[in-house]
Nanobody, 125 residues
Framework: QLQLVESGGGLVHPGGSLRLSCAAS????????IGWFRQAPGKGREGVAC????????MYVESVKGRFTISRDNTKNTAYLQMISLKPEDTAVYYC??????????????????WGQGVQVTVSS
């Protein structure tokens, strides 16, 4: 079965850190661009960070720049979202997504081939 599985979410105090993982199953992430998205209660889905397939180019939404880092480890077939200095407004369900992009031309795409099931991140004191 081809799927992405997120892990690493949870409850953290403001200023804390979490690292989300996105493990691919049934396919190899090597030639895929990765996106992390989030959806807060009552709001639409928001793109948070993107990484091209060769891992050399990233993009971030302004609100997370300097706090979030997207990365990948092809040897583990896994992508990551490291989050530091978390704020209550970062509270959301976080999703990873992958799109086949062997040339590595772009970081972000309008559509993705695979999506994870989502993981809850709650930032609260």
């Amino acid at each position: 079965q081809l799927q992405l599985v997120e892990s690493g979410g949870g409850l953290v105090h403001p200023g804390g850190s979490l690292r989300l993982s996105c493990a691919a199953s049934g396919f190899t992430l090597t030639y895929y661009a990765i996106g992390w998205f989030r959806q807060a209660p009552g709001k639409g889905r928001e793109g948070v960070a993107c990484l091209n397939s060769d891992g050399e180019s990233t993009m971030y939404v302004e609100s997370v720049k300097g706090r979030f880092t997207i990365s990948r480890d092809n040897t583990k077939n896994t992508a990551y979202l490291q989050m530091i200095s978390l704020k209550p407004e970062d509270t959301a369900v976080y999703y990873c997504a992958a799109v086949f992009s062997p040339g590595g031309a772009y970081e972000c795409y309008p559509e993705y081939d695979y999506w994870g099931q989502g993981v809850q991140v709650t930032v609260s004191s």
